[in-house]
């Protein structure tokens, strides 16, 4: 089963332009994390963001994190085509074994030159 | 080694026959995943081990799937009569004490025909 869900589930943005993503889960959580996916293969760690944290910044990403409506949304600043990617959260949940991660279901994001 | 390393990177195989998949993880990492990735979806956790124990074997889906790690380092999941709902990337992951990221490998993409 998948704990996160993201919305939107696709994204078409012109480069340049920020690039908003949401990611809504059900359970209590340790962290939350966001990866990036290219062609279908190995996933990139892009940031972890604590439940007792509520935004958090690396480079051109934004991170936001809202436990009482157990929601988080991940920024891309200004982007590039080189961002073109499928972006998923995942969470941490604290009844979960050891560090075991849930994944949503992914927003797959074009950017345009 | 620098990265976590799957090998074959590519696998076809007929139905009913076994297969097996290899991931080498980070060295120090003394967890260690394993999720399964369908077209357009996101990963799908199947097991977890710290050090050479399954912690949590949760997700496989049915007894045709085992997986080991006999020193704590290199991992092996394997299929027995496989079939072709078993098509898909095959992700593993490492990971330091809970709480860190996961750094992934690249995957291999199964294919029974």
């Known amino acids: 089963s998948q704990q996160g869900e993201e919305d939107p589930q696709a994204l078409s943005i012109q480069e340049g332009e920020n690039a908003t993503m949401n990611c809504s889960y059900k359970?209590?959580?340790?962290?939350l994390q966001w990866y990036r996916q290219n062609s279908g293969r190995g996933l990139v760690h892009l940031i972890l963001?604590?439940?007792?944290?509520r935004e958090k910044h690396s480079g051109r990403l934004r991170v936001t994190l809202d436990t009482s409506k157990k929601s988080s949304s991940l920024l891309i600043t200004a982007s590039r085509a080189a961002d073109t990617a499928s972006y998923f959260c995942?969470?941490?949940?604290?009844?979960?074994?050891?560090?075991?991660?849930?994944f949503g279901g992914g927003t797959r994001v074009l950017v345009k030159p | 080694g620098a990265g976590v390393s799957q090998t074959p990177s590519n696998k076809v195989t007929e139905k009913g026959k076994y297969v097996e998949l290899r991931c080498d993880p980070i060295?120090?990492?003394?967890?260690l995943y394993w999720y399964r990735q369908s077209l357009g979806q996101g990963p799908e956790f199947l097991i977890y081990?710290?050090?050479?124990?399954?912690?949590?074997d949760s997700g496989l889906p049915n007894d045709r799937f085992f997986a080991v790690r006999p020193e704590g380092s290199v991992s092996t999941l394997k299929i027995q009569r496989t079939e072709r709902g078993d098509s898909a990337v095959y992700l593993c992951?490492?990971?330091?004490?809970?709480?860190?990221?996961?750094?992934f490998g690249s995957g291999t993409r199964l294919t029974v025909v």
């Open positions: 992951a490492s990971s330091l004490d809970r709480g860190g990221g996961y750094t």
């Open positions: 359970t209590s959580i340790n962290n």
């Open positions: 963001i604590r439940s007792n944290e």
């Open positions: 995942a969470t941490d949940a604290i009844k979960a074994a050891g560090n075991k991660l849930t």
């Open positions: 060295s120090g990492h003394t967890a």
């Open positions: 081990f710290q050090g050479t124990g399954a912690a949590d």
